[in-house]
């Protein structure tokens, strides 16, 4: 099992420590205390790690590496760019990009926007090293053109594509598919901020992605309705994951959590980032008995989603399950909301699991849902095999307008901020002109 996330040596595993908190929790079947066992052997033999870092660097067959294991002579870390701004005028310490790039991350104290920025300023430097042999500060308006390009459909497929992996496995690729029209504008979004940052700090004189844009990334198709599944679909997902253990082998722990996952982000629409980064102590009770749950958006802005009974009872059946007080009097506010099993099973429950992992463990169950019904639902089982946690939001939205739920009601808890956004769930025109013409043409009389 080990060798599927990238751990095929010593060298590997000695590597994979102290390169990311909980690395175990990537390791199915390897838990908290046999990880704690693991790193005391490595501590013992410190150059161990060393020699084990380069041998996997000797050893890696692809040029595409993440961002921390770059080879940087000065060559292409911008150091030595005569297009960039007189250092004499810059107002940063940085003499190179990536010293200047990470300087605009640490402006930015949210993780989840650090891990986005991070993610578009690593694809666009091992894009600009790998393909047009350049730095960063060099980039030209035509390599900004041709990049986006390149993210519409990353090529070679084989350099840049490959299925989620942790990164420092050697098939640890920058992108998992092609990206939306909506990606690539995110995407340019991201990069264009940072040039004019770079602007703004005279540390270039230009930037190369200004007037770059991507067709169809705004307006009507910002959001694709069809990532949602039907009232009737989501009913069979659901009945999937009541059989689990005894169906499909799932341990008991583990379908508890997938059926809680299903339930609680259905209820609530939440975005994967908020799921596994509530914790009960966001939990609140109004005074007249409703229930809450705080999250934290950018700028910090704090908001409550409504947790409604699906959502509240899942959540209560969860934590019995769990062996957890169910009570809120008796809950220690730093639990996670959605638990690590290895954390559960050895009284640890202060552990979430991450991001990755969560969208790993959906994918997991989407994919075995499909292979299940297939045969009989062709067309979801296509579905299935495309989904993602996200899909739960849009899920989530457009049953809450389809039930009646005001458009306002929707947008707030989904925290829109605008309400065209949420307009956008709506199927009651369609549906109700659909009933209307198929009723006046209903077929020869």
Known sequence: ??????????????????????????????????????????????????????LIVAGRQSPIVPRESISRPNEVDGSEDTVRAPAATCTLDATNDYQAVQTWLALHESPATQRAYRKEAERLILWAIVERRRTLSALT??????????????????????????????????????????SVGHALSIIGALFRWLIEQRYVLANPFAGVKVRD???????????????????????????????????????QRLRFLLDFGYATGLRASKLVGAALGHVET????????????????????????LAWDALARYLAERGLPVTQLHWRPE??????????????AGTSISSVRLWMVMRRFFLLAAKAIEADHASLAEKLRQASPHWMRHTHATHALGRGAELTTVRDNLRHASVSTTSIYLHSDEVKRSRQIGEAFSGRK
Not at 20 to 29: C, D, I, S, T
Not at 142 to 161: C, K, N, Q, T
Not at 217 to 242: C, K, P, Q, Y
Not at 287 to 301: A, E, H, I, N
Request: glycine share 8%; aromatic share 10%; net charge positive.
């Open 1 to 54: 099992m080990p060798r599927a996330y990238g751990i095929t040596t010593l060298a590997d595993l000695t590597v994979r420590i102290p390169r990311r908190r909980q690395w175990w929790k990537f390791v199915p079947g390897l838990g908290a205390a046999s990880a704690l066992v693991i790193e005391a052997f490595v501590a013992a033999w410190p150059a161990l790690t060393e020699k084990a870092r380069a």
């Open 141 to 182: 308006t035509e390599d900004a053109i041709a990049y986006r390009a390149f993210l519409r459909h990353p090529s070679p497929h084989s350099r840049w594509v490959g299925p989620v992996r942790p990164r420092m496995s050697p098939d640890w690729r920058p992108f998992n598919g092609s990206l939306s029209a909506r």
């Open 217 to 255: 990334a705004t307006g009507s198709n910002v959001l694709d309705t069809s990532h949602a599944f039907s009232e009737g679909e989501w009913a069979l997902v659901r009945t999937i994951a009541d059989g689990l253990e005894w169906s499909y082998g799932w341990s008991a722990a583990a379908a």
């Open 286 to 309: 109004d005074p007249r008995g409703d229930y809450w749950l705080r999250v934290t958006g950018k700028g910090k802005k704090r908001a409550l989603v409504a947790l409604p009974p």
């Open 335 to 348: 639990t996670p909301v959605i638990g690590s099993l290895e954390a559960d099973s050895a009284g640890a």
